[in-house]
């Protein structure tokens, strides 16, 4: 690694190369039909395939839970719409990260960098891969549950696999998640079509006006707010083609683009799947079972009902490649902001893919599989990812007021950030009055990363003793970090030999 011109035989460079005109950057490799696929692919993982009745517990009846999926389509729209505009006025690879840290300053963009780092990003992609590996390994043991060394083994095969793929080709990336993507489209427009052909032979009493508002249980404010933010949550990921922005064929047309083409698309299959699943189960069926899609085609595919879990699979395993692809652009663009170490913030010179930030990334995921606590982490880091959107699409109003003459290629009215404001606002204060506790750990989580902000970058002029223990320290950690995962996975291969 150096930092000056390229020479022969060097393997990555640095960030100041590609301003400097050598030519080292991030590829424009990602067109119209790729943006989609990562919008679509990071939105639609096994959620609604698998428990898509956490609405429809708390909306208390089918027709409002289908109020409440079309009601937080329309408003992530908004939101979308709110990036999309802030995407084309500062298009930096990073997201949510990047135009934080350039509207409220460095500190507010470091906690959202630290917690996403921390927490979110590791947590999400090690439950996506064992989601992937029980649907998986669920056929093999039809009697009995898998064990848990061969599903954090077969998780971890998944990460290495797909972390290889992104670091050799950029190209190859995308086309992975194009590939997976319209897989788990197919297998959604399957089940789309199947109650379709259901309402025609006359199963359509759960959509009846009469019996579609009966509720099983009492309306409750509280309740129907709940349903709200599960909404949101299965909505997740709606941001991540942001953090991609650099890496986009013609972002100031291709990303506002992908946006409209994308959230409308999710909107209708999430609101027609959940019509489908009426049409084969009552409200009770549906919230007794743990695999709403799965327990849909037992009932309507007879001997094709293996077609729901192997899409299960299919779509987790896009889930994976679509979140690995765009976290590590955010570990990236922080480093190259200086808020990380710089050597995530290095480009393979030849294939223009950031490998130490996808090899961090995939690390920091593997750790996560050998902890039993990923579960209670992600409860604790949901209220701040959700605050951070929240955070960002006010910038936009600000930025409004800071730099009125600034250039905006997508200009959205006002009305769109405020309505979708009083939303996140509505949701934030019913959090933080249903939950306390566990949103107060996650905003301690969050502020643990002050204190690293003041001695890693708001000090500046470090002795350079100081640096070179960090240094060391960084190194050692990583180290150990590594053997331990090895061994860790090593173990868990033993374990599997044995169970076989």
Known sequence: MTEGPRQRGTALAAPERAASGSGVALKKDIGLMSACGIIVGNIIG????????????????????????????????????????????????????????????GLAGFLRLWIAVLVIYPTNQAVIALTFANYVLQPLFPTCLPPKSGLHLLAAVCLLLLTWVNCYSVRWATRVQDVFTTGKLLALGLIIIMGLVQICKGEYYWLEPAHAFQSFQNYDVGLIALAFLQGSFAYGGWNFLNYVTEELVDPYRNLPRAIFISIPLVT?????????????????????????????????????????????????????????????????????????????????????????????????????????????????????????????????????????????????????????????????????????????????????????????????????????????????????????????????????????
């Open 46 to 105: 096994s959620g609604i395939f698998v428990s898509p009745k956490g609405v429809l517990e708390n909306a208390s009846s089918v027709g409002m839970a289908l109020v409440v999926w079309i009601v937080t389509g329309i408003i992530t729209a908004v939101g979308a719409l709110c990036y999309a505009e802030l995407g084309v006025t500062i298009p930096r690879s990073g997201g949510d990260y990047s135009y934080v840290k350039d509207i409220f300053g």
């Open 268 to 500: 209708f299959v999430y609101v027609f799947a959940n019509i489908a699943y009426v049409t084969a189960m009552s409200p009770q069926e549906l919230l007794a079972s743990n695999a709403v899609a799965v327990t849909f085609g037992e009932k309507l595919l007879g001997v094709m009902s293996w077609i729901m879990p192997i899409s299960v699979a299919l779509s987790t395993f896009g889930g994976v490649n679509g979140s690995l692809f765009t976290s590590s652009r955010l570990f990236f663009a922080g480093a190259r902001e200086g808020h990380l170490p710089r050597l995530l913030a290095m480009i393979h010179v030849e294939r223009c893919t950031p490998i130490p930030a996808l090899l961090i990334t995939c690390v920091s995921t593997l750790l996560m599989l050998c902890t039993s606590d990923m579960y209670t982490l992600i409860n604790y880091v949901g209220f701040i990812n959700y605050l951070f959107y929240g955070v960002t699409v006010a910038g936009q109003i600000v930025l409004r007021i800071k730099a009125p003459d600034m250039p905006r290629p997508i200009k959205v009215s006002l009305a769109w950030p405020v309505t979708y404001l009083l939303f996140w606002a509505f949701l934030l204060i019913f959090s933080l009055y249903s939950e306390p506790v566990v949103c107060g750990i996650g905003l301690a989580i969050m502020l643990s990363g002050v204190p690293i902000y003041l001695l890693g970058v708001y000090w500046e002029n470090k002795p350079w003793r100081f640096n070179a223990f960090v240094g060391m320290v960084v190194t050692w950690l990583s180290y150990y970090t590594s053997v331990y995962t090895l061994i860790h996975l090593k173990g868990q291969l033993s374990l599997a030999d044995s169970a076989t």
